[in-house]
């Protein structure tokens, strides 16, 4: 029961690697309230949750929203009595052809991946900077923030900008005993991918490991992280990919 006794916020964790990490966290003794926009998975997950023996709240509403996140810690403080762990997870991929990429979908990306990230992080790190325990957070990036990727150039920028935030605030932070890190996932099959019946076999072909990542490997490592016994590891990145990042393509005929 290693989060036995703190609290946790993780956002868009209805369903996916927010709903793994959220659910890990719970059978290791965390109080989690838990974020999603859809009101239906948040409420459903939630109680799955609950029904496994966990403690956990669900909170439906916009992670982008500056407001909202604030709700979201003030929420948990209530409710819980405190915050110690935050994984902003949410995250929007919004794919487009670069010529034709149209402002709305780029501010949607920037909207959720960024200030929802950067505000949420705000007014829980302002919570625990006043609680005067530490804490940990965990900011959700992705391998396409380090690899180019067809389709995915705003996607990208954002993921990429997380991992300076994660180096940035050790600044602000350390002082106050927070860390803050960033996971870098590989491709993960999710409910997003499970009906695409290419996604297995061409993530396997170009992945070295010859599979892609699962839920389970990004639980492994955020909890890792977010671990007591890894409170000198602060402003990192850590990419969980099979080692798809590594290689660029041989040069073969
Ligand atoms: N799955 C992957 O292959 C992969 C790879 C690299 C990085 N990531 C990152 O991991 C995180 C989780 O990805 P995933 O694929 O597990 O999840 P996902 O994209 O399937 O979404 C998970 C949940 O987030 C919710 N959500 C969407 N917009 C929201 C908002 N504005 N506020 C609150 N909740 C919202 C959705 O309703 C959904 O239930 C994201 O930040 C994503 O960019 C995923």
Known sequence: MTFQNQTAIVTGAGQGIGF??????????????????????????????????????????????????RQLVQTAVERFGGLDLLVANAGLTLFGDFFDYESVRFEQVMNLNLRGSFFLTQAAARH?????????VLLMSSVVGHQAHPGLAAYAMT??????????????????????????PGATQTERTLDDPTYVPIWSRITPMGRPSTVADMTHAALFLLHPNSRHITGQSLV?????????PPPVA
């Not at 239906?40 to 939630?46: I, T």
């Open 20 to 69: 793994g990490i959220a659910q890990s966290l719970c059978q290791q003794g965390a109080r989690v309230l838990l974020n999603d926009l859809d009101s239906v998975l948040c409420d459903e997950a939630a109680e799955r949750i609950r029904q496994d023996g966990g403690t956990c709240a669900g909170l439906a509403g916009d992670a982008s929203d500056v407001a909202f996140t």
């Open 240 to 248: 969980v990919d099979g080692g798809w990042t590594s290689v660029s």
């Open 128 to 136: 625990m900077r006043e609680q005067g325990r530490g804490g940990s």
């Open 159 to 184: 993921k990429a900008a997380l991992e300076m935030l994660a180096k940035n605030l050790v600044i602000d932070l350390s002082p106050h005993g927070i860390t803050i890190n960033a996971l870098a």
